[in-house]
């Protein structure tokens, strides 16, 4: 039943919608004035900085209907779809004609716009038809502007709303897609109230979630729990802050709020997870089987739109813009920083940068979409990549041995195992713990019949990594992955016997102990155990884990280390540490004080650092503190100086718990911290007793 007009909730809610215009009206003035600069915005941004290349082409190409011959409007193909060129080609046409004003461009560009509202193929995947293809349409649409005869926008309209931001199955990264469509779509039809929904649909995106989006430690989740930093999660950080910048100043603006979070996300998530140019690969997701993969460097105009916008931290986004545009000249960012949402750490110094990702029964491991990344199921094992400039692994992935990669221990099949979606790692435990600076990660790993406590322990300039209770039942060969990245110059190997050089297309067995030096890096293995080392070229196709992709043959050399656990290992452990290879920055190595299956433990003499993954209750003895005794599993990090120390603590299996810490020395000391629950669980927390 309908309240009558004078019904006090009427006019309460009449009041409230005065005001909200007041307000509105007072401070930004006209709506249609904001419409206005909203649609020139954007339609600049459509336009693009200069005219195609190949518009001639296109014009001569296309067929008296307005198709083009070329393309396979019949495709069925989910990931590359052949009729996606259709509506990206009308842009290029439009966008020609914007800047030569050349009449055949404008025809050609009307033509195929004719075509595909007439015909409008579908493809099997809806995220071209609800994404991919109304983002080109309406860009053309805009560029086209009045010149497009009215019966036929208003086909292509119709098409735009496929897009639909107030889906429910709208999140993360495919909402802002359909939003910046929908977008479109409203200054099309001059319809300002659609812009201020669909830009308040994507500020509603814009929060901290334990869903889908950006995590309460600043990681990206989408398709669930699953870590996506550089894959959706990078476009949400490229088109969030670019709807900031274009609402700027108007009625549709971002809060504050909002331009904090963005900030935050870019600063304290995504800028961690890049060297150079490159965005780790081990955060890519599947996009890691995409030629190109792993671009850094259109983050740059995200800063930029953010400080247009008027953002925080305006002054460490300009640092961060400097560093993406150029690497080699602006200060590179220090430090560690482990993710405890994601399961995965970054180790930034200034000769490397160092990333892990584990995996635990919290997440979901690296996804099979659209037969994208078929035979990824190690990428969340342990992955751990080095970069000293970022380049060290683009564009290997068609040639990789995806049975070995980097950091991960694993049974050594003929072939790597199918991706199986919905699978997740077999164990809780699985964690970082942080000062800022330096840190440990420490994952109890099973896959299968294969079992293996794994712990990386970040100390400055050095990466030790340590693992044990490899065990496997079955009598299948085992082996730890220390490398595989691209051959980069000279191989050196130092033994306490000799020093020597390893020539392009070898695979030799070094004996330990011994240093490999590589690429800018050092690997140290101090043990008698022997190291494989190749610098063989491996073959491969894109096609092979991506079959959208080119089925031509890639050769590339790489190089790569493995350690050797045998047949049906029992018990089997490994040592090795990663340094920069500056003679400068090296400091005593780091002394391992246990590697047992209960605890695996390191000081570090530089820093004066003690680092432990427990598994269990149990003890270890700290070199000038004492006897250390834990009664819970626990990562531990503790940092002395003289006669005081500082303790960090997490929980690796992110549940709430009370840890009691005894150190045992030239006094007692006794601690008991309460380790968090919630978003936080897994978290970092900081003690001074």
């Given at each position: 039943?309908?309240?009558?007009?004078?019904?006090?909730?009427?006019?309460?809610?009449?009041?409230?919608?005065?005001?909200?215009?007041?307000?509105?009206?007072?401070?930004?003035?006209?709506?249609?004035?904001?419409?206005?600069?909203?649609?020139?915005?954007?339609?600049?941004?459509?336009?693009?900085?200069?005219?195609?290349?190949?518009?001639?082409?296109?014009?001569?190409?296309?067929?008296?209907?307005?198709?083009?011959?070329?393309?396979?409007?019949?495709?069925?193909?989910?990931?590359?779809?052949?009729?996606?060129?259709?509506?990206?080609?009308?842009?290029?046409?439009?966008?020609?004609?914007?800047?030569?004003?050349?009449?055949?461009?404008?025809?050609?560009?009307?033509?195929?716009?004719?075509?595909?509202?007439?015909?409008?193929?579908?493809?099997?995947?809806?995220?071209?038809?609800?994404?991919?293809?109304?983002?080109?349409?309406?860009?053309?649409?805009?560029?086209?502007?009045?010149?497009?005869?009215?019966?036929?926008?208003?086909?292509?309209?119709?098409?735009?709303?496929?897009?639909?931001?107030?889906?429910?199955?709208?999140?993360?990264?495919?909402?802002?897609?359909?939003?910046?469509?929908?977008?479109?779509?409203?200054?099309?039809?001059?319809?300002?109230?659609?812009?201020?929904?669909?830009?308040?649909?994507?500020?509603?995106?814009?929060?901290?979630?334990?869903?889908?989006?950006?995590?309460?430690?600043?990681?990206?989740?989408?398709?669930?729990?699953?870590?996506?930093?550089?894959?959706?999660?990078?476009?949400?950080?490229?088109?969030?802050?670019?709807?900031?910048?274009?609402?700027?100043?108007?009625?549709?603006?971002?809060?504050?709020?909002?331009?904090?979070?963005?900030?935050?996300?870019?600063?304290?998530?995504?800028?961690?997870?890049?060297?150079?140019?490159?965005?780790?690969?081990?955060?890519?997701?599947?996009?890691?089987?995409?030629?190109?993969?792993?671009?850094?460097s259109p983050l740059a105009e995200a800063c930029q739109h953010l400080i247009l916008a008027g953002a925080p931290r305006i002054d460490e986004l300009q640092t961060f813009q400097a560093r993406l545009k150029q690497p080699e000249a602006t200060r590179k960012l220090i430090g560690h920083k482990h993710f405890w949402r994601?399961?995965?750490?970054?180790?930034?110094?200034?000769?490397?940068?160092?990333?892990?990702?584990?995996?635990?029964?919290?997440?979901?491991?690296?996804?099979?979409?659209?037969?994208?990344?078929?035979?990824?199921?190690?990428?969340?094992?342990?992955?751990?990549?080095?970069?000293?400039?970022?380049?060290?692994?683009?564009?290997?992935?068609?040639?990789?041995?995806?049975?070995?990669?980097?950091?991960?221990?694993?049974?050594?099949?003929?072939?790597?195992?199918?991706?199986?979606?919905?699978?997740?790692?077999?164990?809780?435990?699985?964690?970082?713990?942080?000062?800022?600076?330096?840190?440990?990660?420490?994952?109890?790993?099973?896959?299968?019949?294969?079992?293996?406590?794994?712990?990386?322990?970040?100390?400055?300039?050095?990466?030790?990594?340590?693992?044990?209770?490899?065990?496997?039942?079955?009598?299948?060969?085992?082996?730890?992955?220390?490398?595989?990245?691209?051959?980069?110059?000279?191989?050196?190997?130092?033994?306490?016997?000799?020093?020597?050089?390893?020539?392009?297309?070898?695979?030799?067995?070094?004996?330990?102990?011994?240093?490999?030096?590589?690429?800018?890096?050092?690997?140290?293995?101090?043990?008698?155990?022997?190291?494989?080392?190749?610098?063989?070229t491996q073959a491969g196709s894109w096609h092979r884990i991506n079959p959208s992709r080119s089925k031509a043959q890639v050769e590339l050399p790489v190089f790569s280390l493995t350690w050797d656990h045998g047949n049906q290992p029992t018990g089997a452990q490994y040592q090795y540490l990663v340094r920069g290879g500056?003679?400068?920055?090296?400091?005593?190595?780091?002394?391992?004080?246990?590697?047992?299956?209960?605890?695996?433990?390191?000081?570090?003499?530089?820093?004066?650092?003690?680092?432990?993954?427990?598994?269990?209750?149990?003890?270890?003895?700290?070199?000038?503190?004492?006897?250390?005794?834990?009664?819970?599993?626990?990562?531990?990090?503790?940092?002395?100086?003289?006669?005081?120390?500082?303790?960090?603590?997490?929980?690796?299996?992110?549940?709430?718990?009370?840890?009691?810490?005894?150190?045992?020395?030239?006094?007692?000391?006794?601690?008991?911290?309460?380790?968090?629950?919630?978003?936080?669980?897994?978290?970092?927390?900081?003690?001074?007793?």
């Amino acid at each position: 039943m309908p309240f009558p007009h004078n019904h006090p909730g009427v006019s309460a809610i009449l009041l409230a919608m005065v005001v909200a215009l007041q307000i509105n009206t007072s401070v930004h003035g006209d709506l249609a004035t904001d419409l206005a600069t909203l649609n020139h915005r954007l339609t600049e941004a459509a336009v693009g900085t200069s005219p195609p290349r190949n518009a001639a082409r296109l014009v001569r190409a296309l067929s008296a209907e307005g198709a083009w011959p070329d393309i396979d409007y019949s495709d069925q193909e989910r990931t590359a779809w052949a009729p996606a060129r259709h509506v990206q080609q009308l842009l290029a046409l439009a966008q020609t004609w914007h800047f030569t004003k050349d009449p055949a461009s404008l025809q050609a560009a009307l033509r195929a716009l004719d075509y595909w509202c007439n015909n409008t193929p579908v493809c099997p995947n809806w995220w071209y038809n609800d994404i991919g293809v109304p983002l080109s349409l309406y860009k053309a649409l805009l560029v086209l502007d009045d010149r497009t005869p009215s019966q036929l926008k208003q086909q292509a309209v119709e098409l735009l709303k496929r897009a639909n931001p107030d889906s429910p199955s709208m999140t993360g990264q495919n909402l802002v897609w359909v939003a910046e469509a929908t977008l479109g779509r409203g200054c099309l039809e001059q319809d300002p109230e659609l812009v201020r929904r669909t830009i308040e649909r994507v500020a509603q995106e814009i929060h901290i979630s334990t869903q889908e989006g950006i995590q309460p430690d600043y990681s990206f989740h989408q398709h669930g729990a699953q870590l996506y930093s550089g894959g959706y999660g990078r476009g949400f950080s490229l088109d969030t802050p670019r709807f900031a910048a274009l609402a700027r100043g108007t009625a549709f603006a971002f809060s504050p709020e909002k331009l904090q979070l963005l900030s935050d996300f870019l600063l304290n998530g995504q800028q961690w997870m890049i060297r150079g140019n490159t965005f780790d690969y081990s955060a890519c997701g599947r996009e890691i089987t995409r030629p190109g993969a792993g671009s850094a460097s259109p983050l740059a105009e995200a800063c930029q739109h953010l400080i247009l916008a008027g953002a925080p931290r305006i002054d460490e986004l300009q640092t961060f813009q400097a560093r993406l545009k150029q690497p080699e000249a602006t200060r590179k960012l220090i430090g560690h920083k482990h993710f405890w949402r994601s399961d995965y750490t970054t180790f930034h110094q200034p000769e490397f940068m160092a990333s892990l990702r584990m995996t635990s029964n919290r997440l979901l491991q690296t996804e099979l979409v659209n037969s994208e990344n078929p035979i990824g199921a190690f990428l969340s094992d342990g992955l751990t990549f080095f970069y000293a400039t970022g380049d060290e692994y683009r564009g290997i992935f068609p040639v990789w041995d995806w049975r070995a990669l980097p950091g991960t221990t694993e049974q050594r099949l003929p072939d790597p195992p199918r991706v199986r979606n919905g699978e997740r790692g077999e164990n809780a435990f699985a964690g970082g713990v942080s000062n800022g600076q330096i840190g440990a990660s420490a994952m109890d790993f099973t896959r299968g019949s294969l079992t293996a406590r794994k712990a990386w322990f970040f100390f400055p300039n050095t990466l030790l990594c340590l693992g044990t209770g490899i065990t496997d039942t079955q009598a299948v060969p085992v082996a730890t992955a220390i490398e595989q990245s691209l051959l980069q110059g000279p191989v050196d190997i130092t033994t306490p016997t000799e020093s020597t050089q390893a020539a392009a297309g070898q695979e030799i067995t070094v004996q330990g102990p011994c240093t490999i030096r590589h690429g800018g890096l050092e690997y140290s293995f101090p043990s008698t155990h022997p190291v494989l080392l190749s610098t063989r070229t491996q073959a491969g196709s894109w096609h092979r884990i991506n079959p959208s992709r080119s089925k031509a043959q890639v050769e590339l050399p790489v190089f790569s280390l493995t350690w050797d656990h045998g047949n049906q290992p029992t018990g089997a452990q490994y040592q090795y540490l990663v340094r920069g290879g500056d003679p400068a920055t090296k400091g005593r190595m780091p002394t391992v004080l246990s590697n047992t299956p209960e605890c695996q433990a390191a000081w570090c003499h530089e820093s004066k650092s003690f680092a432990a993954a427990f598994y269990s209750p149990g003890n270890c003895t700290i070199p000038g503190i004492g006897r250390l005794t834990v009664d819970h599993p626990c990562l531990l990090l503790i940092e002395s100086s003289q006669d005081e120390f500082r303790i960090h603590a997490a929980e690796p299996t992110n549940r709430p718990a009370s840890l009691t810490i005894t150190i045992q020395g030239d006094t007692s000391t006794h601690i008991v911290l309460q380790l968090p629950d919630g978003p936080r669980a897994g978290a970092t927390i900081t003690a001074t007793p």
